[in-house]
């Protein structure tokens, strides 16, 4: 496997702009369509769940007349820093050429990769 698709694969998983770059820039390779697809996907699902968490959240700290702020902020934090684990690892391992697969999302991205 060639350095250059390590670092495409690699440097996917930083956002989706970069995601969908290394799709189009290497779409002929299948590494770096899984870890460009996958990455997309996470993003769309991390996207998806902190807009919902945010609302609850919102919600929440209302209607407790802002005491729910000492519940919410830390189950926020640590929901950020999940997706940073998450997203630094799947860096580590497209850098050591595998194809990891997030549980149900790599389902999904290998098939969109064929």
């Known amino acids: 496997m060639e350095n250059d698709s390590k670092l495409f694969a690699t440097i996917s998983y930083l956002n989706i702009l970069f995601a969908f770059l290394a799709y189009i820039a290497k779409k002929e ?3 770096v369509r899984f870890h460009a697809i996958q990455s997309l ?3 769309l699902v991390i996207i998806v769940a902190g807009s919902i968490i945010g609302v609850l959240a919102f919600l929440f700290i209302l209607v407790t ?3 729910g702020a000492f519940v919410m902020i830390p189950f926020i934090f640590i929901f950020a820093i999940g997706q940073v684990v998450v997203m630094l690892f799947m860096m580590w391992k497209a850098w050591n050429g595998e194809s990891y697969k997030l549980p149900y999302i790599g389902e999904y991205a290998e098939k969109f990769a064929k």
């Open 29 to 31: 390779d299948k590494f």
């Open 41 to 43: 996907i996470f993003e």
């Open 65 to 67: 007349f802002g005491l």
